[in-house]
């Protein structure tokens, strides 16, 4: 893969979610209302990559860097990336507990790099993943014909094959579970210990507290749900399997000969042509999901049926944190707009990326008319710009403050509070962050060849790039204290600093950072309807 091409794939990436099947089985036809194209960022083919290509590491810095408002920078060396044989898509990092993984190839042989260190060399290694603390790694390998899972360095059973995208761990990051096959038969293996044997099995997955294991099965051409290895109805398909937060309710799609319904703690619900989006509210109380009657779509929220239209923006229906607003996107004709607690707002030609405030009083979406893209904020319409970064609007923590990456022309700006920040040559896609106290905007920025972390528009110290994938991003500890991932060269750098306030003494900064982030970019998605009868989650 050139680095061009490197490039265009980092925009383009999408991870397909826990789909296990026989080989050779097609994915069943999903009805659409329609389908509208993604636009996304790439660089023309005359503009040069900065060397080398960073990992998404949206590479970059300022030719004169104004002074950054921080002291005490640190910087401590992560890892070295050989960047002729790693596999740029299998790169993983925590900032939780500092780690890298990739896996890299040398002749017709792969391995996995993890801090620094190679793993054992095989035919294939592939689906890398760490666990949500950081601490442990696991992926896919292959010798001969045979496929395995490795974690923390130790060789499981080998199999005829390990199921696609099942490898996961645990919530609590203490089991690990995945589909294997063997004599023709599919199972899944949790924590070392095969299940019982199916002929398919799929849409894997761990309840938030890590107590519970459930997945989809199939015997004699019926599908049901397989909780802790208990077996529930048959249908003649299943999808959508989906936890409450507190892990208390398990609702799924179910289609039972031409129709489709929610099932709820087994409990069945209406049913319909199709059922799209199914999730819980934050408090666990509630239900909503998007169902199909014949050409129409609509939302249904504790059993009470919405409006109909002609169609539901895919992916957009959510919750307020507090769990008692819901919205979503509509269509009707060729007008797209957002629907709030029941209310129509106004009609664009596109609409997508919404998010309500911490606070839920607040609500804030991306939308198009004509060419130009611009966010609505509590209703109002802001400027309008080329282009929007993926991963904004944001709102501040305490809900009073809104931030978002736009382009104009070739130059990108940070705009907080309806402010600019900018121009810059490039920004990276989910790398805005506002710190805990809600003071200080920081985001990711390009300046010619380089590249730099800001804050409230002042350039920390260049690099050639900041990472943004897999895991990396900037993160505040405190309201003073943030850390991210730097490159020089083949170099990776974890950057640790304080925002200076005047007056203060400030001690530099400890190399212990918190939680993750992760990064794409383009340009904000178009939503399509939401298919109704989904069932990406299994086959």
Known sequence: MNKKALFIWLGLLTTALGAICSPGQSEQDEPAISKIVQTIVIQAEDTPIPEPITLNLSSAVTSAPAVAPVTGVRERLMAKVDYRVWMPESFKVS?????????AHLGDKQFVVVDGESGPFYDGVDELILSPDGRRVAYRAQVGRQRFVVVDGQEQARYEDIGEG???????????A???KADHQWFVVVDGQEQEFYERVGGLTFSPDSRQVVYGASLNNKWFVVVNGQEGRQYDFIGNLTFSPDSQRLAYAAQSGNKWLVVVNEAEQKRYDGIGTLLFSPDSRRVAYVTQSGEKQRVVVDEQEGQPYDGIGAGMLTFSPDSQRIAYGAR????????????????YTDVGNLIFSPNSQRLAYVAQA?????????????KPYDGLLVGSPIFSPDSQRLAYGAALGSKWFVVADGQEQGPYDGLGSYSLRFSPDSKYVA???????KWFVSLDGQAEQPYEGIVTSGGGGIIFDSAYTFYY??????????????????????ATPTLAPGEAASAARTIPPVPSDDTAAQTKDLK
């Open 443 to 449: 985001f990711a920025a390009q300046t010619g060849d």
């Open 178 to 180: 995945y589909a294997a």
């Open 370 to 382: 004509s060419d130009k893209w611009f966010v609505v904020a509590d209703g109002q319409p802001q």
């Open 95 to 103: 900032m939780a507990n500092i780690r890298v993984a990739y896996a």
């Open 485 to 506: 991932l730097g490159v020089k060269g083949a170099n990776i750098y974890l950057v640790a600093g304080k925002v200076k306030v005047p007056g203060q003494e400030m």
């Open 332 to 347: 009707l004709d060729d007008k797209r707009f957002i629907v709030v607690d029941g209310q129509v707002e106004q009609d």
């Open 166 to 176: 099942s490898l996961l761990f645990s919530p609590d990051s203490r089991r690990v």
